[in-house]
């Protein structure tokens, strides 16, 4: 892979001739450099999220929509926030039980 890579100069006037551990191409090879246009270099397949139409239940009619969606994109968000918080709120329990006194964290 690393033979068959061509790197291009950033500018032009540029001295550096490596980048990393690949070196900068010179002119010479520049020149020779042929675009792969195929398509089925890296094919990328389609992906349809498209959810086909349906009707409502009887739970989604009755529900506000934004704010059940509100809900879900804070529950997301703070995922991380809440098991951190869980998982603290669990060792303390257990220290208390054991009675080891660890203090608890502070926010």
Do not use: C, M, W
């Not at 879900?72 to 208390?96: H, M, P, Q, T, W």
């Amino acid at each position: 892979y690393l033979s068959k890579l061509i790197v291009y100069p950033l500018k032009g006037g540029k001295k550096s001739t490596k980048q990393g551990q690949i070196a900068v191409a010179s002119a010479d090879q520049l020149k020779s450099v042929q675009q792969v246009t195929d398509a089925a270099v890296l094919p990328v397949a389609a992906v349809s999220t498209h959810e086909a139409p349906r009707d409502l239940s009887k739970d989604e009619k009755s529900r506000v929509i934004y704010n059940y969606l509100r809900a879900k994109n804070r529950d997301e968000k703070f995922i991380g926030v809440r098991l951190a918080r869980n998982s603290r709120k669990e060792a303390a329990e257990k220290a208390a039980k054991d009675g080891t006194g660890i203090k608890k964290a502070k926010k």
